[in-house]
């Protein structure tokens, strides 16, 4: 399975991005979908996760909950992590990560990963 994030850049504190995960090589619904980030210098940490096939159940880090929204589109392959309020300390590579018939809530627990989309936040 092949994950390719895209959608970030650079953007005021108070602002919005919207990242995109595109998968390819599997099927799709079988696979819960989770997003990282890592700050540099930081370890790889959580930020949400959406379950398969529908994306009925999510979960968020305590530290995005009621800013960011995730979601998943299956007849695109697609997963989004809608991030509204960001702050400037949330400057990192966010990261998508697959696995089967779970969701990651941890790095350890992904069995695919993208290679990260770089997000900046200016105060």
């Known amino acids: 399975v092949q994950l390719v994030e895209s959608g970030g850049g650079l953007v005021q504190a108070g602002g919005s991005l919207r990242l995109s995960c595109a998968t390819s090589g599997g099927v799709f619904s079988n696979y819960g979908i989770g997003w990282f980030r890592q700050a540099p210098g930081k370890e790889r940490e959580f930020v949400a996760a959406?379950?398969?096939?529908?994306?009925?159940?999510?979960r968020y880090a305590d530290f995005v909950k009621g800013r960011f929204t995730i979601s998943r589109d299956n007849a695109k392959n697609t997963v989004q992590l809608q991030m509204d309020s960001l702050k400037p300390g949330e400057k990192a590579v966010y990261h998508c990560a697959g696995k089967y018939k779970n969701f990651p809530t941890r790095p350890g627990e992904a069995e695919y990963w993208g290679q990260g989309t770089q997000v900046t936040v200016s105060s």
């Open positions: 959406i379950s398969w096939p529908s994306g009925t159940n999510t």
